[in-house]
T-cell receptor, first 111, second 116 residues
Framework: GENVGLHLPTLSVQEGDNSIINCAYS??????FIWYKQESGKGPQFIID?????DKRQGQRVTVLLNKTVKHLSLQIAATQPGDSAVYFC??????????FGKGITLSVRP | NAGVMQNPRHLVRRRGQEARLRCSPM?????VYWYRQLPEEGLKFMVY????????ESGMPKERFSAEFPKEGPSILRIQQVVRGDSAAYFC??????????????FGPGTRLTVL
């Protein structure tokens, strides 16, 4: 079946370094992708999104890259800070509106 | 402008009891989604509702689970005769009426259901 999955379960980075979180998806019909951040005990928080007619979108300290050829999505966080420590999920959205989430990757920032 | 609100935040039930989870969407949002999250897993879609209508319930178990979003008041996710496997975090999200195809969903803080 269709699925959205993440390559690595955990990622540990040094404070100040850049972080790259990767995600693979398999539903070629998906046209909208979102990255969410979830802190312990809280709901997912929107970080950045991208539509399928784009291959790159930048926000404040974050960049999302979309490679439709290989069905790959990545989130880049510049100058990672302790407050970035959380679980990150990629999600895809197709025509019927429901979000399909990946399993999540834990980002741990070392001081 | 308050975000998505859910209550209760924590709910403990014994096997066989009923659980009622409430969700108030953001102001101006007419679409509500319910998701379930098991420990260390991603969120799984359950149901998508608009006012007084269930649009997609493909992720909802056929038995014991029901959802509604009445004309007035919050959306309710109801679980009858709960079992231990129902223990999870239940998240509600809302979105405004669609425009242009994007569907940014805003999530509430979740209700953590524990079944003893």
């Amino acid at each position: 079946g269709e699925n959205v999955g993440l390559h690595l379960p955990t990622l540990s980075v040094q404070e100040g370094d850049n972080s790259i979180i990767n995600c693979a998806y398999s539903n070629s019909a998906s046209d909208y992708f979102i990255w969410y951040k979830q802190e312990s005990g809280k709901g997912p928080q929107f970080i950045i999104d991208i539509r399928s007619n784009m291959d790159k979108r930048q926000g404040q300290r974050v960049t999302v890259l979309l490679n439709k050829t290989v069905k790959h999505l990545s989130l880049q966080i510049a100058a990672t800070q302790p407050g970035d420590s959380a679980v990150y999920f990629c999600a895809e959205n197709s025509a019927n509106s429901k979000l399909t989430f990946g399993k999540g990757i834990t980002l741990s920032v070392r001081p | 402008n308050a975000g998505v609100m859910q209550n209760p935040r924590h709910l403990v039930r014994r096997r066989g009891q009923e659980a009622r989870l409430r969700c108030s969407p953001m102001k101006g949002h007419s679409h509500v989604y319910w998701y379930r999250q098991l420990p260390e897993e991603g969120l799984k879609f359950m149901v998508y509702l608009q006012k007084e209508n269930i649009i997609d319930e493909s992720g909802m178990p056929k038995e014991r689970f029901s959802a509604e979003f009445p004309k007035e008041g919050p959306s309710i996710l109801r679980i009858q005769q709960v079992v231990r496997g129902d223990s999870a975090a239940y998240f509600c999200a809302s979105s405004p009426p669609f425009s242009g195809g994007d569907n940014e969903q805003f999530f509430g803080p979740g209700t953590r259901l524990t079944v003893l």
